[in-house]
């Protein structure tokens, strides 16, 4: 027997919260996440921890689906959490979607 794995969505406020190029920390039970709003009004999520040195991707510059983290530019893909070569690591990313104008988040 297999266990099944389902998601729960938690709203976790509007597009209009995060502007165009920016970011919004959202604490959940066991991480501290990064929203990421791209200039497309694209919605990311990762874990707001560089894979290189722990660095806080919130602070970090967006340029399309990608931010530098602000300690040591590694650029992480915003889709994925992948470190742009020829850096190699991962971070976290989350599952988020938008209902209208609420910005949801899977935990």
């Not at 959202?26 to 009004?41: G, L, M, P, S, Y």
């Not at 806080?56 to 983290?69: K, Q």
């Amino acid at each position: 027997m297999s266990a099944v794995m389902t998601e729960t969505w938690v709203e976790v406020g509007s597009l209009s919260d995060i502007p165009r190029l920016g970011s919004r920390v959202v604490k959940t039970q066991d991480d501290e996440v990064a929203i990421f709003r791209a200039a497309d009004d694209t919605v990311f999520a990762l874990s707001n921890r560089c894979p290189h040195k722990q660095g806080p991707l919130s602070e970090g510059i967006l340029h399309g689906h990608r931010v530098t983290c602000p300690l040591h530019n590694w650029v992480i893909e915003l889709e994925n959490g992948e470190a742009v070569a020829p850096d190699v690591g991962c971070t976290r990313s989350y599952s988020v979607r938008l209902e209208g104008e609420q910005i949801l988040l899977s935990v």
